[in-house]
């Protein structure tokens, strides 16, 4: 019997964003055809995580694709997981150095320079975890793109994205906002409007996902339950020297 990796995410409304969600579902698919890959949901869409808890059996680990902290997600997660005591749960997506590759990558292909103003810009940051892990994102995301980077969030006790985007204006006459979001939808078109010169696009934008994320996803799926884990932390990949 494979073992089971449950992809888990939040949901989404969005056409665009389900069809992005999928496609990196279908890529971890076809690059681990030892594990039976599933999808689950905390919100908005089925199955949710309890009840494919509950549908499948064996070792199962439990991949939280969430980018920062979010306490209600969490909660739903950690619940879950107890239907089963062989259902262990991984650590999240984020924040991770290969988060801030392809944030970097999204940069270039937004046609970012080195002169711009960057402001890593994330969804509401629930609480002071979610607060820190945006925060560490921001860090390891300067650190690749070799410049500062300021933070704004939509809600929550860090710097609202509006105030962050007129505060980088004073450092530089462009700025160009670092999207952190997985996917596309309503959060990416609240981003859009904060009144930023360039905004890039998510993680998955639609297009087939970068070859990290499915690594960073199956590293995760692997460093627990007895698999070998696949890649490491080799640290930033330095965009500017």
Known sequence: ????????????????????????VNAVRREAQDLDIVDAFVDVQVPRIAEVVEETAGPRAVVPLMLAYDRP?????VQSSHLDPAVSITAPLGPDWILAEVGVRRLFE????????????????????AV?????????L??????RVHVGTLGGPDTPLVDAVDVA?????????????????????????????????????????DARLVSLILARARSRGGCA?????????LAHQ
């Open 1 to 24: 019997m494979n073992r089971t990796l449950i992809l888990c995410a939040h949901g989404s409304e969005n056409p665009r964003g389900r069809s992005a969600f999928s496609g990196l």
């Open 73 to 77: 997600v969490s909660v739903d997660i």
């Open 110 to 129: 937004a046609g970012a320079r080195s002169e711009d103003t960057i402001v890593l810009a994330a969804d509401t940051a629930t609480d002071d975890r």
């Open 132 to 140: 820190a892990d945006v925060g560490k994102a921001a860090r390891l």
């Open 142 to 147: 300067s650190a690749v793109w070799g410049g």
């Open 169 to 209: 204006r004073a450092y530089g006459e462009r700025v160009v906002v670092s999207t952190y979001l997985l996917t596309p939808g309503a959060v990416h078109d609240s981003i859009t409007e904060a009144g930023a010169d360039v905004v890039t696009a998510p993680f998955l934008d639609g297009g087939p996902p």
């Open 229 to 237: 884990p696949v890649g490491g932390d080799p640290g930033p990949h």
